[in-house]
């Protein structure tokens, strides 16, 4: 469009802008922090509360007050931090669910090329394989229903539904448990063996780095009170 916008808008008032981060602030305090997910809803959440701010600004309606309308069409602090705690919940769960969707078969991959191609105890190895098979499988179950769960079927399963939640937990405890199992019983095999591969190194590895993800991605979101976030020019 070529012309000018004359009204100004909520984003560039001052005053309506504090309003709006103030807000966003007592949201935080009633959130679990912590992680980036937390950041990047309440960072959305802003942008909503700014857009409506200047949508009412240009309709003639003063920054401030417009702020505070935009807010009070939202909802008070207590009931949106109480809708994003679910919502907070639903897109970790997604995000440990692709982590392990990515994760899962190149770590399959690594042990699979360590035990058939670094050892010459093949036996012994592969009943090492028999015995984290069921933590596999159930691990894959999970990690397959966090993913569809978190994703376009939660607008039929409900916005904030637990099953993405509950089926993440479970993904992540399975793979968590393999991993160690592995690196337990490749600790306890390599100490019978005379000449252990580098294979297992790299084996070793890739589970020891999914178990710290899978910390990082899991572990509880207890800090609270930032300030709410602001954008950069």
């Given at each position: 469009m070529s012309g000018q916008r004359a009204a100004p808008t909520g984003e560039s008032d001052p005053a309506a802008v504090r309003v709006v981060d103030e807000y966003l602030r007592g949201v935080a305090r009633r959130l679990p922090m912590g992680s980036p997910v937390t950041r990047d809803v309440l960072a959305e959440l802003r942008d909503d509360l700014l857009e409506a701010t200047a949508t009412l600004t240009a309709g003639g309606t003063e920054p401030v007050a417009a702020a505070r309308a935009a807010i009070a069409d939202f909802g008070d602090e207590e009931t949106i931090a109480r809708e994003l705690r679910g919502e907070l919940g639903t897109r970790r769960a997604r995000r440990i669910g692709i982590t392990l969707l990515v994760t899962g078969p190149l770590v399959g991959l690594c042990w699979l090329v360590a035990v058939f191609f670094g050892t010459a105890h093949a036996t012994a190895w592969r009943w090492l394989l028999v015995l984290v098979a069921p933590v596999i499988v159930i691990g894959a179950a999970a990690t397959g229903l966090t993913v569809v769960s978190s994703g376009r079927l939660s607008r039929?399963?409900?916005?904030?539904?637990?099953?993405?939640?509950?089926?993440?937990?479970?993904?992540?405890?399975?793979?968590?448990?393999?991993?160690?199992?592995?690196?337990?019983?490749?600790?306890?095999?390599?100490?019978?063996?005379?000449?252990?591969?580098?294979?297992?190194?790299?084996?070793?590895?890739?589970?020891?780095?999914?178990?710290?993800?899978?910390?990082?991605?899991?572990?509880?979101?207890?800090?609270?009170?930032?300030?709410?976030?602001?954008?950069?020019?």
């Amino acid at each position: 469009m070529s012309g000018q916008r004359a009204a100004p808008t909520g984003e560039s008032d001052p005053a309506a802008v504090r309003v709006v981060d103030e807000y966003l602030r007592g949201v935080a305090r009633r959130l679990p922090m912590g992680s980036p997910v937390t950041r990047d809803v309440l960072a959305e959440l802003r942008d909503d509360l700014l857009e409506a701010t200047a949508t009412l600004t240009a309709g003639g309606t003063e920054p401030v007050a417009a702020a505070r309308a935009a807010i009070a069409d939202f909802g008070d602090e207590e009931t949106i931090a109480r809708e994003l705690r679910g919502e907070l919940g639903t897109r970790r769960a997604r995000r440990i669910g692709i982590t392990l969707l990515v994760t899962g078969p190149l770590v399959g991959l690594c042990w699979l090329v360590a035990v058939f191609f670094g050892t010459a105890h093949a036996t012994a190895w592969r009943w090492l394989l028999v015995l984290v098979a069921p933590v596999i499988v159930i691990g894959a179950a999970a990690t397959g229903l966090t993913v569809v769960s978190s994703g376009r079927l939660s607008r039929w399963l409900g916005p904030y539904t637990v099953m993405a939640r509950r089926a993440s937990a479970i993904a992540g405890i399975a793979a968590g448990t393999g991993d160690l199992l592995l690196l337990a019983g490749c600790a306890a095999l390599l100490l019978s063996s005379q000449r252990p591969s580098a294979l297992f190194a790299l084996a070793a590895g890739a589970s020891t780095a999914r178990l710290v993800l899978l910390g990082l991605l899991g572990r509880p979101l207890v800090r609270r009170g930032p300030p709410a976030p602001t954008r950069t020019a």
